[in-house]
């Protein structure tokens, strides 16, 4: 089967990632070009010399993976009936705004604007379902979508007081999804009392944002967003700070312009800032960032390596990457971990779909979550009246299975972070179309382990408040 790895160098060293201890390795520059044709897969005497030598470390053992399997797969009925953690509620299909890159805009195979809601009869059942099916877990999660949801603020107050009523001994947490342009005091004051997380989507500054973000028509929708806010700070203090921010970032658009938005509003300068590029899954027409956008992200990594090094003032991170580095972080800690060494596993990437976080839509019908499409048959996974159907949920928990051949050989098996909806086509699951996004997901990893690599070669020490105290970067000579 011979041995899967990836050798990569850094300005300063050479590196080889091993699946089978999932380490990275340094490895001496006389080495490295042997290193090279191991991960051909050409075998001669000094690949075996340096295999025996290392192995006697006990890393690049021979790959073992001879089926693709997830292993959650056994107790998948167990968490389906007992351990669901989330449920989305799809309010309504309508939204008062026409947001350019928008799901339900036109441009993606899933959704498109209409007048259905969700009644509270659904509303009711989906609340049934998924308390039923959460004894499991400590607490549960309510959130509520959209279309924008506050259109519906009468059916979301009712919803939470049938939550308080019938299920008054349990933990709930309520979180929605808004476009920040319905508020006013009763919602504030709702949303406030039952202390729900409140994201709102924010683009930049007005040019930007009304670009995209329009109401039906054809306004932009900023001044009345802003309006909103400096409303809620000054009124509710305590309430803003659980409103969360999160700017699409479009093709083309100018991220010195956004950034420097967000980093010199005292409005919301302490809030938590998120961002997402445009959805590609389901995307009618393919979407192309330019090389602006790339250089700017290159640059956007530097700095915070920089400041993680001292040599940058980490205040001055653009707020759109500050979480950048924990992402960094976990990637590190989890290094060392669930190896690939056994002759079935599944590649990273699936929840358990049914129970992780499952949307009902205005209809009933139950969906691995609110990003994939709502008219693929292969993601609709039961309704709240019958229950998630196993086999199904099950063959979008083993999506491995579609390419499974390319999986047993990926040095990314374990931080591939494709899930199923990556693998729909808008009719059914296809292993051609899961595949045209490997290359993406293997530059992010080998990104993140240069990144790594960098940090040490300059002297970051890996212990503190970012990483465990354990060394999970070794040296091929000294372990």
Not at 62 to 69: G, Q, S
């Amino acid at each position: 089967m011979g041995v899967v790895i990836k050798a990569f160098r850094t300005p300063l060293g050479y590196y080889v990632y091993d699946r089978s201890s999932n380490m990275i390795v340094k490895v001496e520059k006389e080495e490295y070009p042997v290193v090279l044709k191991l991960e051909a897969g050409r075998e001669d005497e000094e690949t075996a010399e340096l295999l025996k030598a290392y192995r006697a470390k006990g890393i690049l053992k021979e790959n073992r993976l001879t089926e693709i399997r997830h292993p959650a797969s056994q107790t998948l009925p167990y968490h389906l009936e007992h351990r669901v953690q989330k449920i989305t509620l799809q309010l309504t299909q309508s939204c008062n705004l026409r947001c350019d890159y928008c799901a339900y805009s036109g441009k993606y195979h899933q959704r498109t604007h209409g007048g259905g809601k969700m009644s509270m009869e659904t509303i009711k059942k989906s609340i049934d379902y998924a308390m039923k099916r959460s004894d499991g877990v400590e607490d549960l999660n309510i959130g509520f979508y959209g279309g924008e949801p506050l259109l519906e603020f009468e059916n979301l107050k009712k919803a939470v007081e049938y939550v308080s009523g019938a299920y008054h001994d349990r933990k709930v947490n309520y979180t929605i999804t808004t476009n920040g342009t319905l508020f006013h005091d009763e919602i504030i004051r709702f949303l406030s009392a039952h202390d729900f997380s409140v994201m709102v989507s924010l683009d930049g500054p007005k040019e930007l944002h009304d670009q995209n973000r329009v109401f039906a028509n054809g306004e932009g929708s900023f001044d009345r967003i802003m309006e909103n806010l400096r409303y809620i700070k000054e009124r509710y203090p305590v309430f803003f700070q659980k409103i969360s921010f999160n700017t699409v970032v479009p093709p083309g658009s100018d991220y010195k312009c956004i950034e420097h938005f967000f980093s010199a509003n005292d409005l919301i300068e302490e809030n938590h800032l998120s961002r997402t590029t445009v959805s590609e899954f389901s995307l009618k027409d393919e979407v192309r960032y330019d090389d602006r956008y790339f250089v700017t992200y290159q640059y956007q990594t530097f700095k915070i390596l920089m400041a993680a090094l001292g040599f940058y003032d980490k205040k001055k991170i653009s707020r759109m990457f500050s979480t950048d580095f924990v992402e960094i972080q976990r990637f590190y800690d989890h290094l060392g971990e669930a190896p690939v060494c056994t002759s079935c596993a599944h590649p990273s990437g699936p929840c358990v779909p049914g129970a992780r976080r499952p949307m009902v839509d205005i209809d009933g019908n139950l969906f691995p979550c609110e990003r994939v499409s709502e008219r693929s048959d292969a993601m609709k996974l039961g309704h709240v009246d019958t229950g998630c159907d196993p086999v199904k949920a099950d063959r979008l928990l083993n999506i491995g299975r579609l390419t499974e051949r390319e999986c047993i050989h990926c040095w990314n098996f374990l931080h591939c972070g494709l899930c199923a909806s990556a693998a729909d086509n808008g009719t059914a699951l296809a292993g051609d179309r899961r595949l045209s996004y490997c290359e993406s997901s293997r530059q992010g990893t080998l990104n993140t382990m240069r990144s790594i690599c960098l940090l040490r070669e300059y002297g970051y020490d890996f212990e503190g408040d970012f990483f465990d105290e354990e060394d999970r970067v070794i040296s091929g000579t000294e372990k």
